[in-house]
């Protein structure tokens, strides 16, 4: 694969934010304060483990284990050696595990100020997302209104397990906000830990937890739809971050056969869920869980029925694949085109304005 | 890049020569068909308290129904009684109907997965009395599941070797939303009874685990149906994560009523997480889809429905041909016909998915 | 034109139904406060028979939590997965474009037009004093797409 010829918009990244004391300087005095004297280390969430293979790919960690945690790592490793034209930084940083609300409204500030000064100011190829606390609507409406203004914050970012299912109308005025702003909602691998990762409890092993996020988004997507969301905000774009894609198809015959029977339910769904997904809907290409085998590939992306889909990602530094090998056997060359960059620049509209 | 859409229509073919149904819920008409089994102290803690299941509803379910009791609106009998109460009209309407050769019976709604433990495994055994009594010993072509009371691992075990040698009974049965994901260490009593006696253990859908889904709590019936699919997906990952089919290689598990189509990526999506993460579980020394190729069946119903059949057919290929098992659910209401729901232009395929597979799970037929 | 008597009109009194057999397909018949319809009694999904499906109204929304409601009674529900139908067209309401139930144009007609007419088909008895629902199986409009079931 020709990096520098395609020149790819990589649309999910995590710049790690290293310690906490590296968002000190962007917290006020009380918060600041709060920090220090109570002894709140850390936001690390254990949806990546810091030491776990998957969390880092090893050629990617620094001395001490961490990865992404600072700019010339990054553009070493990734915007270079890909030759990636643009990326969009999701900062995994645990904000939605806070439970008090204002200070997840302070850490969700200090964040996306962090990334706003230290990543997108010095590099003109960063783009990001803005981190809002979901724990109070309005707080998130808030975050959203104050980010929006600088144009380089292209999405939004929530998380695939929180505590009220995506669709819910408490959290219809954030994607008003987002799409009146043009950002689509970026929702992304982890939780937030208010249920356990799977409806039948809590799992024994990491393997399980991260095995799981593949439910937790047909959960959220079965919400979104059957909530109406889509039909509410016909110009909201959702995209599914790290989702490992190949669950799709299966889960829409699913659901839309149950769809034509118990229509009745949610008549405000008034066409295939199928249709909705194609039209609303986008899945970053890393992890796609699919075996080594260029025909399965190529198949299981024509049960997808839409070449508009997939966005281009690496998903750095999780380790999702060895070397270059970021797109997988199997994809057609005029598919990789499209999803490489026009399928990035059609999903977000603020990626236009400087691509 | 479009796939070509085709306007296929169903292939209406007859039934297959020979039919397994992997899924028939039959019913009590009351509870007091119990009694018999049942002693006063549990007759009279059943009269006064109920059945308690982890959901507030003293009667009905948490979602509503599509259709009453979830039934097919045509499958109640004339004579009183609820859908799958009456076995003439089951005679007439599945067994006979379609030639089926053999059913596997999975009752619900009779105290499996209650609050109470105790309770639960009195009503089992008494349910499982009752299979033989009303059903299996009435009609040849039926056979019976070991129900047990899952959350005592003991007490499941001794019911499962109560009925171990019974031919009447086909698998013990479990059912999928259980308190903690069924590969943990409380429920492998199960898993070493059931292949000491050398039954299958069927996991169906349903049962209150008393946790929301990953995301909180589904609004709608719909929400909950599809959710099925993710959940046995959970239930399969604990299994291979825990090690259960490592630790019982003569183990077989079946899953009933989740549909099937989501297994093909759920292999490959665990498999790699296994090998990412192989230091975790290193008493896992296979891949997963290994097992699952070895170990695991799924039953079609509810059978997915993509718009170009052919998509089925590759996720066919990639589960397996012979993981596959033909069911109904009868009575209820999404309900497969085996006249109309299995449409496959590929003769042998459809006989191993409609009836070898089954059988060879089963050991009879 | 094919026109079958299939029934007398006192028969399916209005919110009643009944199972006939035309040309040796099943055809069920709806009385909604008055109006008869007529739809072949096979549901194009898996064959259900929709003669015992539940009747009931239209639920449309103009957008989630609105429930609109009309057209009580003129809707069938698939008795086995509750695909509906519309009685007066037979389409689908999920898949108006790819499933369709076929449905056939019902008169009412009285006794004494019928006895002498070639109307008297499938052996029907006719008595002059009554009523009678006659479907027509052949009706100059017919799509030929229509039927999926054949």
């Known amino acids: 694969m020709s990096w ?62 961490q ?27 645990g904000v939605q595990l806070v439970f008090d609300a204002y200070m997840a409204r302070a850490f969700a500030r200090a964040v996306n100020d962090w990334i706003a000064r230290e990543w997108l100011d010095p590099e003109p190829r960063l783009r990001a997302s803005i981190v809002v606390p979901l724990q109070d609507p309005e707080f998130a409406v808030e975050e959203i209104e104050r980010c929006a203004p600088d144009r380089r914050f292209v999405q939004v970012l929530v998380l695939a397990m929180g505590e009220l299912p995506l669709g819910r109308r408490a959290y219809w005025p954030v994607y008003a906000a987002a799409a009146r702003h043009g950002l689509p909602i970026g929702i992304h691998a982890g939780s937030s830990y208010r249920h356990p990762v799977t409806s039948v409890g809590w799992p024994t092993t990491y393997a399980e937890d991260y095995a799981s996020q593949a439910q937790g988004f047909q959960a959220q997507l079965t919400s979104l739809i059957t ?75 024509e049960h997808l029925r839409s070449d508009a889909m997939l966005l281009f990602a690496t998903d750095y530094p999780h380790w999702q694949f060895e070397g270059d090998a970021v797109l997988p056997d199997g994809l057609p060359a005029d598919l990789i085109e499209k999803i490489a960059v026009a399928n990035p620049l059609e999903t977000y509209p603020r990626l236009r304005e400087t691509a | 890049m479009m796939a070509l859409e085709l306007r296929e229509r169903p292939v209406e073919q007859t039934a297959a020569a020979e039919i397994i149904d992997c899924d028939i819920h039959p019913k009590v008409r009351s509870l007091e068909d119990l009694r018999p089994w049942l002693s006063n102290r549990w007759w009279d803690h059943l009269q006064t308290y109920g059945l308690r299941s982890r959901h507030g509803f003293a009667k009905g379910s948490p979602y509503p129904k599509a259709a009453p009791m979830a039934c097919r609106r045509d499958a109640w009998p004339a004579s009183g009684g609820e859908p799958g109460s009456d076995l003439e009209l089951m005679c007439e309407q599945l067994l006979d109907a379609y030639g089926i050769t053999l ?70 049965l479990l059912l999928s939303r259980t308190a903690e994901p069924l590969g943990q260490k409380r429920y492998w009593p199960i898993y070493e009874a059931a292949t000491e006696a050398g039954l299958p253990v069927g996991i169906h859908v349903f049962g209150y685990s008393g946790w929301a889904r990953s995301g909180g709590w589904a609004s709608y019936y719909i929400e909950e149906m599809t959710e099925h699919a993710a959940s046995a997906q959970a239930v399969v990952a604990s299994l291979v994560f825990e090690g259960v089919f490592e630790r019982f290689p003569a183990l ?74 033909f069911a109904t659910d009868y009575p209820h209401w999404d309900f497969d016909d085996p006249g109309h729901a299995l449409a496959l232009p590929d003769k042998a395929l459809k006989r191993r998915i409609m009836f070898e597979n089954a059988r060879a799970v089963y050991g009879r037929g | 034109m094919a026109r079958h008597v299939v029934a007398t009109v006192a028969e399916i009194p209005p919110g009643a139904r009944k199972r006939v057999e035309v040309e040796g397909r099943p055809v069920a018949i709806f009385n909604v406060k008055g109006e008869f319809f007529a739809l072949l009694d096979r549901c194009p999904h898996q064959g259900a028979s ?51 139930v076929r449905n056939f144009p019902v008169a009412i007609e009285p006794g004494r037009t019928l006895v002498e007419g070639p109307y008297v088909a499938e052996t029907f008895p006719i008595r002059v004093e009554d009523d009678y629902v006659v479907i027509d199986t052949q009706p100059a409009a017919t799509t030929a797409s229509a039927d999926r079931t054949a």
């Open chain 3, 50 to 100: 929709l003669c015992q499906g539940k009747l009931v109204g239209l639920v449309e929304s103009t957008g989630p939590g609105q429930y609109r409601y009309s057209r009580q009674g003129e809707i069938i529900r698939c008795p086995w997965h509750g695909w509906e139908y519309d009685l007066r067209t037979g389409k689908s309401w999920c898949e108006p474009h790819r499933a369709r």
């Open chain 1, 227 to 301: 909530e109406g969301v889509f039909r509410q905000f016909p110009d909201l774009k959702v995209v599914l971050l790290e989702s490992g894609v190949t669950w799709l198809p299966a889960y829409l015959w699913r659901l839309g056969k149950f769809w034509r029977g118990l229509r009745f339910e949610v008549p405000w769904v008034d066409r295939p869920p199928h249709e909705i997904v194609r039209d609303q809907v986008r899945l970053t290409i890393q992890p796609l869980d699919a075996p080594a085998d260029a025909g399965v590939v190529s198949r299981i992306v």
């Open chain 1, 4 to 65: 520098p010829r395609l020149q790819a918009i990589d649309c999910d990244i995590h710049p790690s934010v290293p310690s906490m004391r590296a968002l000190l300087p962007y917290l006020d005095d009380h918060w600041r304060e709060t920090v220090e004297a109570r002894g709140i280390a850390s936001l690390e969430s254990i949806s990546y483990p810091r030491h776990a293979p998957l969390t880092a790919r090893p050629d990617w960690r620094n001395e001490s284990g």
């Open chain 2, 252 to 325: 077989k598990v079946v899953l009933i009523e989740a549909g099937f189509g989501w297994l093909a990526a759920l292999g490959w999506r665990l498999d790699k997480v296994w090998a990412r993460m192989r230091d975790e579980v290193p008493h896992v020394p296979r891949p997963p889809s290994a097992y699952l190729s070895e170990q695991l069946w799924v039953t079609t119903q509810p059978m997915e429905e993509p718009k170009i059949r052919a998509h089925l057919l590759d996720v066919i290929e990639w589960i397996g041909p012979d993981r596959i098992m």
């Open chain 2, 103 to 172: 059913g596997v019976l999975n009752p619900l709604s009779t105290g499996q997965g209650d609050q109470n433990a105790e309770f639960s495994a009195a009503m089992c055994f008494a349910t499982n009395e009752w299979q033989k009594a009303a059903w299996t010993e009435r009609e040849p072509r039926l056979r019976a599941s070991v129900l047990v009371s899952y959350e005592d691992g003991e007490a499941s075990r001794a019911e499962i070797e109560r009925r171990a040698g019974d031919p009447d009974f086909a698998q013990v």
């Open chain 1, 67 to 93: 990865a992404a945690t600072d700019l010339v790592a990054v553009r070493t490793q990734l915007l270079d050696h890909f030759g990636v034209r643009l990326a969009v930084c999701n900062c995994l940083y």
